[in-house]
């Protein structure tokens, strides 16, 4: 396979949760260039009808919950009914909590964990056993800056993106002799309507973050898509297991 057909997702097909907005939304219009189908999935119908019209063709949405983690079996069905087999699949919905840790309480931290680990756990186990069978297939994790140092009252949201790791190793021990990658992004401060409106209200933050980058700028979401692309591509063939950051050098800098 010659450039750029080993860059290609022509024929795949990816399922990103979160997929409506930020991060998500850039990974999904990035893997829909690539060629991918992708199905967009996440709780505000609104939000996934917009992005998906924006793509046009081989865009589809699914509204779906996945702390509701009885129902995966049948958000799976309803996606390969429609597009055919998940060949790839992007956890990346997620849940934050800005908060001490000493005044996090038990049931705050559980619905972090829920979000996190616990629905994406589910979502993994009713789509990676067709992946296995077909001894094919991508998945990946969005982690976090969080999951590879300490960040200050963020300690269930710390936890929940250090077991992606945990997660990644794992899974990609036991599912990679079947052909099914497993790898994770880690995108660092990147630069994204949410990201906007906190630094308008802390420009000290802003600051410390781009001082301590050594690229001393933010990502763009599409930083982290392109990035995600490389992973399920052909390209990516021999990589499994691995955590790639894309943080401009803020997890290496001073």
């Not at 998500?24 to 060629?35: K, N, R, W």
């Amino acid at each position: 396979m010659s450039f750029p057909q080993v860059f290609s997702l022509e024929d795949q097909v990816a399922l990103i949760t979160g997929g409506g907005t930020g991060i998500g939304q850039a990974i999904a219009s990035c893997m829909h260039e690539a060629g991918a189908t992708v199905a967009l999935v996440g709780r505000r119908e609104e939000e996934l009808a917009r992005a998906v019209a924006a793509f046009g063709d081989r865009a589809h949405y699914f509204v779906h919950d996945i702390t509701e983690m009885d129902k995966a079996d049948d958000l799976r069905e309803k996606v390969e009914s429609k597009l055919g087999p998940i060949t790839c699949l992007i956890n990346n919905a997620g849940k934050h909590l800005k908060k001490a840790a000493l005044e996090t309480s038990t049931d705050e931290f559980l619905s972090i964990l829920n979000t996190n680990v616990i629905g994406t756990h589910a979502l993994i186990k009713a789509i990676a056993p067709g992946m296995v069978e077909r001894k094919s297939g991508s998945i990946m994790f969005t982690a976090s800056m969080a999951s590879l140092f300490g960040i200050p009252q963020v300690i269930a949201y710390s936890a929940a993106k250090s077991a992606h790791l945990g997660m990644v190793r794992s899974l990609s021990t036991e599912l990679s002799p079947h052909g099914v990658r497993v790898n994770a992004i880690a995108p660092g401060w990147i630069e994204t309507e949410m990201s906007r409106a906190a630094f308008d209200n802390d420009h000290a933050r802003h600051d410390k973050i781009i001082d301590r980058t050594p690229m001393h700028k933010l990502g763009q979401p599409s930083d982290v898509g392109w990035a995600a692309v490389y992973l399920a591509s052909p390209a990516a063939a021999f990589v499994t297991g691995t955590v790639l950051p894309i943080d401009g050098g803020a997890s290496i800098g001073f």
